[in-house]
């Protein structure tokens, strides 16, 4: 996830130091670059050629009505613009990872704090917590349709805990089903969260802790001056992958909602799988277009933010 | 993430050196442990039973039940066990033996592509260091972070003759995750010291013989790691196949959307769940046998 910062700072020392005593000759033959051929000639079909097509024909009429494809300008962006698919798609994709960003590493940090002791049933819970990780998330999807139907099984058990009937349609609500969805996408990768945090908390010199223990800290003054910022290594990685990962998310809200009710759960993945079954290619392209862009503008600010952050620290 | 990060491994999850000495502590702190050693077991499998038991025991009682009473999902037990039965459907209506294989057939040729096509590049450019190889690394590592454009990837399969094929799909998942090894490898070989090429060149090996003899057998644990998300991330897979290879080759994901979405009007929940069960069974057994190699495999990788 943070590779592209990764990138810049070790090639630029490597350069210095690596080349310098050698003959060049000698080293080229040693590491030939037709090695790196096979591995480029994939990745250039298979994804950098699509991904320049994205930006070609986003500006097309490509679709499965007409057999010609023609240039038509920016037709398909001022129509989705017009009819707000582009907006609101946007939007909602953004909101989306949001929330799932916030709800999967408040979660996975809790669940790591819980059972960050090493004992047989801390060790047992990891393990279920992971569970989750390793299913189908389209398969994680179903399970929470049905468990939160109107008549499902968590209205049942609200029903008995508060003893009153409750019948909220968990995935009816135009204004909360993203924020339901959301939570299902950060069960699922919870654990996955959890076990990053765990790592980095075993990280921690166990001599800064007895220090403050001595000093009479509390369990949240450690934990907020000290144990938290020194998770920053896996707050970035945490927060990165969630929150890119969940802008690429379809699984989970296809199986629970198909982009409803109202479209108000629509990303752009089930805009694009929508629009595509329809046979409206170029209108689904300007999604993909727009998705790419989207991630684009926002990964390389946000991991050097989170970077930066971890070099305050 | 960083290079060094691959080079030391984090201790792993279950390491019991650190409970050795937190048991140790001043006596300051001794007086609220009893309390906390009885709380602390309880949450936990509080939290278990909460978010976890709730699902699943709703799937697996609602997976042994009828038609009729599996209609709206609950968390009572059937009154006539048939989750035996409702397997059996899902084996034959689910075409789940030729979906297994369709994903096996997917997933092996591009998890084992990637891993050596990832690590031949990657041992290049991480020993290579010119600014044309350092422009290539961040390209090749680029498809971490950006997502595949998915429909113009049909649109070039169908112009090169892939269009709905297993060969199409495989050259997709390789290309997603082509990265992500060369991320994780690139890392790692910068951390190999070049003398221990040296030394077998001076054997007179060739480049091929020392990345087979040398390299290869030096990354073990990290293609181990990227092997897991891989696998993981391609057996679950159906955005990407339901584009490329949907209604031509069964996997397992897509035959799942395909029982789920048949019943237009009437979900038949107790196939839907058998049918989870059963698909999920692979990689679960994978993950409980090898569970202390997987959890340390990923946090590794992650955390400096």
């Given at each position: 996830?943070?590779?592209?910062?990764?990138?810049?700072?070790?090639?630029?020392?490597?350069?210095?130091?690596?080349?310098?005593?050698?003959?060049?000759?000698?080293?080229?033959?040693?590491?030939?670059?037709?090695?790196?051929?096979?591995?480029?000639?994939?990745?250039?079909?298979?994804?950098?050629?699509p991904?320049?097509?994205n930006?070609?024909?986003?500006?097309?009429?490509?679709?499965?009505?007409?057999?010609?494809?023609?240039?038509?300008?920016?037709?398909?962006?001022?129509?989705?613009?017009?009819?707000?698919?582009?907006?609101?798609?946007?939007?909602?994709?953004?909101?989306?990872?949001?929330?799932?960003?916030?709800?999967?590493?408040?979660?996975?940090?809790?669940?790591?704090?819980?059972?960050?002791?090493?004992?047989?049933?801390?060790?047992?819970?990891?393990?279920?917590?992971?569970?989750?990780?390793?299913?189908?998330?389209?398969?994680?999807?179903?399970?929470?349709?049905?468990?939160?139907?109107?008549?499902?099984?968590?209205?049942?058990?609200?029903?008995?805990?508060?003893?009153?009937?409750?019948?909220?349609?968990?995935?009816?609500?135009?204004?909360?089903?993203?924020?339901?969805?959301?939570?299902?996408?950060?069960?699922?990768?919870?654990?996955?969260?959890?076990?990053?945090?765990?790592?980095?908390?075993?990280?921690?010199?166990?001599?800064?802790?007895?220090?403050?223990?001595?000093?009479?800290?509390?369990?949240?003054?450690?934990?907020?001056?000290?144990?938290?910022?020194?998770?920053?290594?896996?707050?970035?990685?945490?927060?990165?992958?969630?929150?890119?990962?969940?802008?690429n998310?379809f699984?989970?809200?296809?199986?629970?909602?198909?982009?409803?009710?109202?479209?108000?759960?629509?990303?752009?993945n089930?805009?694009i799988f929508?629009?595509f079954?329809?046979?409206?290619?170029?209108?689904a392209t300007?999604m993909s277009?727009?998705l790419f862009?989207?991630?684009?503008?926002?990964?390389?600010?946000?991991?050097?933010?989170?970077?930066?952050?971890?070099?305050?620290? | 993430?960083?290079?060094?990060?691959?080079?030391?491994?984090?201790?792993?999850?279950?390491?019991?050196?650190?409970?050795?000495?937190?048991?140790?502590?001043?006596?300051?702190?001794?007086?609220?442990?009893?309390?906390?050693?009885?709380?602390?077991?309880?949450?936990?499998?509080?939290?278990?039973?909460?978010?976890?038991?709730?699902?699943?025991?709703?799937?697996?009682?609602?997976?042994?039940?009828?038609?009729?009473?599996?209609?709206?999902?609950?968390?009572?037990?059937?009154?006539?066990?048939?989750?035996?039965?409702?397997?059996?459907?899902?084996?034959?209506?689910?075409?789940?033996?030729?979906?297994?294989?369709?994903?096996?057939?997917?997933?092996?040729?591009?998890?084992?592509?990637?891993?050596?096509?990832?690590?031949?590049?990657?041992?290049?450019?991480?020993?290579?260091?010119?600014?044309?190889?350092?422009?290539?690394?961040?390209?090749?590592?680029?498809?971490?972070?950006?997502p595949p454009a998915v429909v113009t990837i049909v649109l070039?399969?169908?112009?090169?003759?892939?269009?709905?094929?297993?060969?199409?799909?495989?050259?997709v998942?390789?290309?997603m995750?082509?990265?992500?090894?060369?991320?994780?490898?690139?890392?790692?070989?910068?951390?190999?010291?070049?003398?221990?090429?040296?030394?077998?060149?001076?054997?007179?090996?060739?480049?091929?013989?020392?990345?087979?003899?040398?390299?290869?057998?030096?990354?073990?644990?990290?293609?181990?790691?990227?092997?897991?998300?891989?696998?993981?991330?391609?057996?679950?897979?159906?955005f990407y196949?339901l584009f490329v290879?949907?209604?031509?080759?069964?996997?397992?994901?897509?035959?799942?959307?395909?029982?789920?979405?048949?019943?237009?009007?009437?979900?038949?929940?107790?196939?839907?769940?058998?049918?989870?069960?059963?698909?999920?069974?692979?990689?679960?057994?994978?993950?409980?046998?090898?569970?202390?190699?997987?959890?340390?495999?990923?946090?590794?990788?992650?955390?400096?």
């Amino acid at each position: 996830m943070t590779a592209p910062i990764t990138a810049r700072r070790t090639a630029v020392p490597a350069l210095r130091s690596g080349t310098a005593p050698r003959r060049p000759g000698g080293r080229r033959q040693d590491h030939p670059a037709w090695f790196i051929v096979p591995a480029l000639a994939v990745l250039v079909v298979f994804f950098f050629v699509p991904t320049v097509f994205n930006f070609v024909y986003a500006f097309t009429n490509w679709s499965s009505f007409s057999s010609q494809i023609s240039f038509v300008g920016v037709d398909n962006f001022t129509s989705l613009f017009a009819n707000g698919a582009l907006v609101s798609g946007l939007r909602v994709t953004l909101v989306y990872a949001v929330l799932v960003a916030v709800f999967q590493n408040v979660f996975g940090l809790i669940l790591a704090l819980v059972l960050e002791a090493d004992t047989r049933v801390n060790r047992f819970a990891r393990v279920a917590f992971f569970v989750p990780v390793v299913m189908s998330a389209l398969a994680v999807g179903y399970i929470f349709q049905a468990l939160l139907k109107p008549d499902g099984a968590l209205n049942a058990v609200l029903s008995a805990v508060t003893g009153t009937e409750v019948t909220t349609a968990w995935l009816g609500s135009t204004s909360w089903t993203i924020v339901v969805v959301a939570l299902i996408h950060a069960w699922k990768w919870m654990g996955l969260s959890m076990l990053i945090y765990l790592a980095g908390l075993k990280t921690i010199d166990q001599d800064v802790l007895e220090a403050s223990r001595l000093d009479g800290a509390s369990w949240w003054q450690t934990f907020r001056t000290i144990r938290f910022p020194l998770l920053a290594p896996a707050v970035t990685f945490n927060v990165a992958t969630s929150l890119l990962g969940s802008m690429n998310g379809f699984d989970v809200v296809q199986a629970t909602t198909e982009g409803g009710p109202g479209g108000t759960t629509e990303l752009l993945n089930i805009f694009i799988f929508r629009t595509f079954g329809q046979g409206l290619f170029a209108q689904a392209t300007t999604m993909s277009l727009m998705l790419f862009v989207m991630v684009a503008v926002l990964a390389f600010p946000l991991i050097r933010f989170l970077r930066k952050r971890e070099d305050v620290l | 993430m960083s290079v060094s990060s691959i080079a030391t491994p984090a201790p792993t999850v279950t390491d019991s050196e650190e409970v050795r000495r937190t048991s140790s502590r001043p006596p300051a702190s001794r007086r609220r442990r009893p309390r906390r050693r009885v709380v602390q077991p309880l949450v936990a499998l509080a939290l278990v039973v909460a978010l976890l038991g709730v699902p699943f025991w709703m799937v697996v009682v609602t997976a042994g039940k009828d038609q009729a009473e599996a209609f709206s999902p609950n968390l009572a037990l059937p009154t006539d066990w048939q989750l035996f039965e409702n397997i059996a459907t899902v084996f034959g209506d689910g075409r789940m033996v030729p979906a297994f294989f369709g994903s096996l057939l997917v997933m092996v040729p591009s998890v084992l592509g990637v891993l050596l096509l990832g690590s031949m590049a990657s041992w290049v450019l991480a020993r290579r260091s010119s600014r044309v190889m350092a422009i290539v690394y961040a390209l090749a590592i680029s498809g971490i972070v950006l997502p595949p454009a998915v429909v113009t990837i049909v649109l070039l399969l169908r112009q090169i003759g892939l269009a709905g094929t297993a060969l199409g799909m495989i050259g997709v998942y390789m290309g997603m995750y082509l990265s992500t090894v060369v991320f994780f490898v690139t890392g790692f070989v910068r951390t190999i010291p070049v003398e221990l090429e040296e030394a077998a060149r001076v054997d007179g090996a060739g480049p091929v013989r020392v990345f087979v003899r040398i390299i290869l057998p030096l990354l073990g644990p990290t293609l181990a790691t990227a092997t897991i998300l891989i696998c993981l991330y391609v057996w679950n897979d159906v955005f990407y196949a339901l584009f490329v290879i949907g209604g031509r080759l069964d996997t397992l994901p897509l035959n799942l959307y395909q029982v789920a979405s048949s019943g237009l009007y009437l979900q038949n929940w107790h196939l839907i769940f058998a049918y989870i069960i059963v698909m999920s069974l692979p990689l679960l057994v994978t993950f409980m046998v090898m569970q202390r190699k997987i959890i340390s495999g990923i946090t590794s990788g992650a955390v400096k």
